[in-house]
């Protein structure tokens, strides 16, 4: 069972207000149940934005408030903007942009309606503010109170003498609870436990995108023209060994299809072999000319069933097995290269532009069957989804294909990572630890 942290805080005595507190001291106290470690401060702290109409919302807006700051997090809000005596629209949808996470709470009220929109627009601050959230990408966690809440009939739009009074809050709602909601809420101190639970699920989220995805793969563009059957002698060779010296503890390399000229198979099953004898390299991934993920598959898995298609593939591992390998990495390099430059070059061999086929997406399918991973998971801008880390843990192959959307100057780019996932998970259940250790005491 998930344990949590209590934390005590000084209820009223006099007149009760919407949830049944009363809003002056005394010496009794409520506790605010909150899941443990929600007091732990990611670094860096997450800029949180915190928007809702005001006067109906009070209360939770300062359970949310204290729980985040409590948590270390920057949190901006309506709260700043009243002490300041104002609440100026230009600088709110500036304060959303420059967030990391836009949260939005709604009632029953949708708001005050500024009257310097453009024509035929009339949307309420904290729409305004909800809308300027999505168009900068950021993430949205939406937070309802409960139809079944009880709440004051004053503090409900669709209880005013306007017939149409409540309909923009319910189509506010509607698309919050479609797109993103995060949690329906009866009470401040439910709201500043449910908020408390996702902002952790997000901050572990955003710190497992930024320490996990990091750049796992090295283009194949780092070896020339090898791919495209640029003969193996000089500059071509002398790219090889770089590439294979400098791949290091690196998983996987990516291999660009383009058009399906760029590739042979003579020379994918050359560079397989070089991979899985001289590297560390786990997976070659394969793209198309978008940048689209469309296999992956082990360097094992590639010279195994290369071989079984062309039998030249497999006259190449008959030779090599003829004569003793090196562990040096230069001198089996040209081992191999003057092995292949035997077999298949003019006089003694047919010509490699005889025997190779250019390698496509649907002929890698055909080529390597069920050994072709054909799925990968997609992460956008926002970063992984909780299902997506579930679907990472539970994998049932130990390299996890990722391609990661960037956008860079409103240019979308995609970045293909391969994931390893006992690290993914190991590093997930630290986070998890690390967020149950409170930073400081709570009194």
Not at 137 to 160: E, T
Not at 179 to 190: E, I, K, Q, S, V
């Amino acid at each position: 069972m998930r344990s949590s942290v209590s934390v005590v805080v000084a209820p009223a005595s006099k007149t009760t207000n919407a949830w049944g507190a009363s809003p002056q001291r005394s010496s009794g106290a409520h506790k605010i149940k909150l899941p443990a470690g929600s007091f732990t401060a990611y670094h860096p702290a997450m800029k949180i934005y915190i928007s809702s109409t005001y006067q109906d919302l009070i209360e939770p807006r300062a359970a949310v408030d204290r729980t985040l700051r409590r948590m270390g997090h920057d949190v901006i809000g309506m709260e700043q903007y009243v002490a300041e005596g104002s609440k100026p629209l230009v600088r709110c949808l500036a304060d959303v942009r420059n967030a990391d996470l836009y949260v939005v709470i709604v009632a029953w009220r949708y708001g005050y309606v500024p009257h310097d929109q453009a024509a035929g627009a009339a949307f309420s601050i904290t729409h305004l503010e909800y809308k300027e959230a999505v168009t900068a990408g950021k993430p949205v966690l939406a937070f309802l109170l409960d139809p079944d809440a009880p709440w004051p009939p004053n503090r409900v739009d669709a209880m005013g003498s306007d017939a149409n009074a409540g309909v923009n809050v319910a189509a506010l709602r509607s698309e919050l609870g479609t797109n993103y909601l995060a949690g329906m809420f009866r009470t401040p101190d439910d709201l500043a436990s449910q908020v408390a639970a996702a902002v952790s699920a997000q901050g572990i989220n955003r710190f497992m995108v930024d320490r996990v995805l990091v750049q796992t793969s090295v283009g194949s563009g780092d070896m020339g023209a090898f791919g495209e059957g640029t003969d193996l002698f000089d500059s071509t060779i002398l790219s090889i060994k770089a590439m294979v010296a400098g791949t290091g503890s690196t998983r996987a390399l990516v291999i660009y299809l383009g058009s399906g000229d760029q590739w042979w198979s003579t020379r994918l099953f050359l560079l397989a072999n070089l991979l899985r004898t001289l590297t560390s390299i786990r997976q070659l991934v394969f793209c198309d000319s978008q940048g689209r993920f469309c296999g992956m598959a082990s360097p094992d898995a590639i010279v195994d069933r290369l071989a079984t298609v062309f039998p030249i593939c497999a006259r190449f591992l008959e030779l090599l097995r003829t004569n003793e390998g090196s562990s040096d990495t230069q001198r089996e390099t040209d081992r191999q290269i003057n092995t292949w430059n035997s077999l298949v070059t003019v006089p003694n061999g047919p010509g490699e532009q005889m025997i190779k086929v250019g390698v496509r997406a649907e002929l890698l399918e055909r080529w390597l069957g069920e050994r072709l991973i054909t799925r990968c998971i997609r992460v956008d801008q926002l970063g992984l989804t909780m299902a997506q880390v579930l679907q990472i843990v539970d994998s049932l192959v130990p390299d996890v294909p990722i391609e990661r959307l960037q956008t860079i100057d409103t240019t979308v780019t995609r970045d293909l990572h391969v994931v390893d996932r006992d690290a993914f998970a190991f590093e997930l259940a630290r986070e998890w630890v690390r967020t149950g250790i409170p930073r400081n005491p709570i009194r």
